[in-house]
């Protein structure tokens, strides 16, 4: 079993920035690839963005790439989403959640039924 546990979320302006915290407990945090999603109110859930278990590899969804950095700090046992240039439609309760067969990141990658575990989410409001 692993837990997660996100933070950081808020309410903020159009083109300010976020970190969003993923703090994870219970089994060996660096077995696990790592991914972000995000659902708005109506909508279905969205791939955000994924790291693999070492953190080598990265992969986002389009509307967010060059504006969102995913990153690991394993002996930390947390991940992270830093978003940049955020936007009204960024507007989500934001979800990390860890996959125990997602070896490296692909378009797999984006899948939730790859994930094993999710957090509670944390919500972010962008005004614009």
């Known amino acids: 079993q692993v837990q997660l546990v996100e933070s950081g979320g808020g309410l903020v302006q159009a083109g300010d920035s976020l970190r969003l915290s993923c703090a994870a407990s219970?089994?060996?945090?660096?077995?696990?690839?790592m991914g972000w999603f995000r659902q708005a109110p109506g909508k279905e859930r969205e791939f955000v963005a994924a790291?693999?278990?070492?953190?080598?590899?990265?992969i986002y969804a389009d509307p967010v790439k060059g504006r969102f950095a995913i990153s690991r700090d394993n002996a930390k046992n947390t991940g992270y989403l830093q978003m940049n240039s955020l936007k009204p439609e960024d507007t989500a309760v934001y979800y990390c959640?860890?996959?125990?067969?997602?070896?490296?990141?692909?378009?797999?990658?984006?899948?939730?039924?790859?994930?094993?575990?999710w957090g509670q989410g944390t919500q972010v409001t962008v005004s614009s």
């Open positions: 219970g089994r060996t945090f660096s077995y696990y690839s």
């Open positions: 790291v693999s278990a070492s953190g080598a590899g990265t």
């Open positions: 959640a860890a996959s125990s067969s997602l070896f490296g990141v692909s378009a797999n990658s984006a899948l939730t039924s790859r994930y094993d575990y």
